[in-house]
């Protein structure tokens, strides 16, 4: 991480005095854990995001690599259809 910035935030007293102690446990500054909770934070909204992206027919689920014909996708529809 070379193109690192400074930054001003606010946070609850508590809350600051929380991360401070969990710095003397892990023997890290502040600046290096709140880093680590951004990334890990971040990187699972975007996870998240992807499942809520990849849409669903039906029984298939369209984010996977799964295989299935266009035949089984009408003939699982018609049969939910029919049987309704």
Do not use: H, W
């Not at 070379?2 to 600051?16: A, E, G, K, S």
């Not at 890290?28 to 992206?53: D, F, P, T, W, Y």
């Amino acid at each position: 991480m070379n193109n690192l910035v400074r930054t001003t935030i606010t946070l609850p007293q508590d809350l600051l005095k929380e991360a401070k102690l969990r710095t003397i446990e892990e023997n890290k500054n502040l600046s290096l854990l709140i880093r680590e909770v951004l990334v890990k934070e971040l990187r699972g909204i975007n996870q998240v995001c992807l499942k809520k992206a990849m849409p669903k027919l039906g029984k298939y689920n369209l984010g996977i690599s799964a295989k299935f014909s266009r035949k089984e996708i009408y003939a699982d529809y018609f049969k939910e259809k029919l049987s309704s």
